[in-house]
């Protein structure tokens, strides 16, 4: 193989490694939702290539109240989606959109994109 050939397979390589880690590799970023004077726990969740945080621990006996941030335009994030709820929401670039979730009981709740590439989890003890 030639020099340049070596460099274009090494680059590849690389390449897909770092697309494999961005979809594999769990972020890892965790909130605690907040108790709040309207009795709801309140969580913020920024939308950009992602959400963070992707984990909210929240208490169990309580509402949850999250409320989502999209700073991003792609299509993927303009909604999320909660199954175990039933619910989603329409979430407008630039906009905070509050989402109410009533009181669950312990256990784990995923959320995600409609594409399901974005996802996040809502931890209830």
Do not use: N
């Amino acid at each position: 193989m030639t020099p340049d050939q070596i460099l274009v397979t090494a680059a590849g390589v690389l390449a897909i490694a770092g697309i494999a880690a961005f979809f594999l590799v769990p972020r890892g970023s965790e909130t605690r939702a907040v108790a709040s004077s309207s009795g709801f726990q309140e969580a913020l969740i920024l939308v950009k290539g992602g959400y963070t945080p992707d984990r909210i621990v929240a208490e169990a006996g309580a509402p949850i109240r999250l409320s989502f941030l999209r700073a991003e335009s792609g299509a993927c994030s303009e909604r999320v989606v909660f199954p175990d709820f039933r619910t989603s929401a329409l979430l407008p670039e630039g906009e905070k959109i509050i989402l109410d979730l009533p009181a669950a009981k312990p256990g784990e709740y995923g959320f995600q994109c409609e594409m399901g590439m974005l996802r996040g989890t809502l931890v209830v003890r």
